[in-house]
């Protein structure tokens, strides 16, 4: 069983307003991701970080910001939301030692509304 | 870069099989592959690695073929419970934390 958790699971907001999406992990995993996904459609990865201190922008350009001060969490931040943020946004993060081999293990997501 | 999956969609009655393709026009080291039902998050399925090396659970079975660089998952004697949509993902290189996934295929077993 996988203890990755995402708050909030839900989240319906008017334009402008600064976000955070929490992300926390208990698995002492080094590797963490934000994907974006909109209902039905593909995975897109749009942040990443291989441990603490590091993050880099995956193949999505996103307005989002994340930060990695401590192992066990990855949040992720809008400074001014927008409906076009309107999304689902997916944690996940990755244990193994090995490079390309690790599974990732998602969050339930946050549903993020903006209006 | 992105990896290609093919079909996009399939619709299976039970007990039948499907083939999912996975292709990249890059060097695979590896290829991952999860399914997603409806309003939940992605789950592992199995990883295969170069050299052939398999990992993973459930009925499912995959192949790798490092010089096509291509992967197959195979689905036998289909259930209800394998209806999803299913993601192949991709490192983009040797030392990459980066794992790209494909645009995914969308399977519904009827009864």
């Known amino acids: 069983e996988a203890d990755i958790y995402q708050t909030p699971r839900y989240l319906v907001i008017g334009t402008g307003k600064k976000i955070t999406l929490e992300c926390s992990q208990t698995m002492g995993h080094d590797k963490m991701y934000w994907y974006q996904q909109d209902p039905g459609m593909e995975l897109h990865l749009i942040h990443y970080s291989y441990g603490v201190n590091s993050t880099e922008k995956g193949d999505l350009s996103s307005e989002s910001t994340v930060s990695r001060i401590r192992t066990e969490h990855f949040p992720l931040t809008l400074e001014s939301a927008r409906p076009s943020h309107t999304s689902q946004y997916l944690c996940?993060?990755?244990?193994?030692?090995?490079?390309?081999?690790?599974?990732?293990?998602f969050g339930e997501g946050s549903r993020l509304t903006v209006l | 870069q992105q990896p290609v999956q093919s079909p996009q969609a399939v619709i299976l009655r039970e007990g039948e099989d499907a083939v999912i393709n996975c292709s990249s026009s890059k060097a695979l080291y590896s290829v991952h592959w999860y399914r997603q039902k409806h309003g939940e998050a992605p789950v592992f399925l199995m990883i295969l690695l170069k050299g052939g090396e398999q990992k993973g659970h459930e009925k499912i079975s995959a192949s790798f073929n490092e010089k096509k660089q291509q992967s197959s998952l195979y689905l036998t004697a289909s259930q209800l419970s394998y209806s999803g949509t299913y993601f192949c993902?991709?490192?983009?290189?040797?030392?990459?934390?980066?794992?790209?996934f494909g645009k995914g295929t969308k399977l519904s077993v009827i009864p």
């Open positions: 996940a993060s990755s244990g193994s030692r090995v490079l390309n081999t690790g599974e990732l293990f």
């Open positions: 993902g991709t490192y983009s290189g040797a030392g990459s934390y980066q794992l790209t």
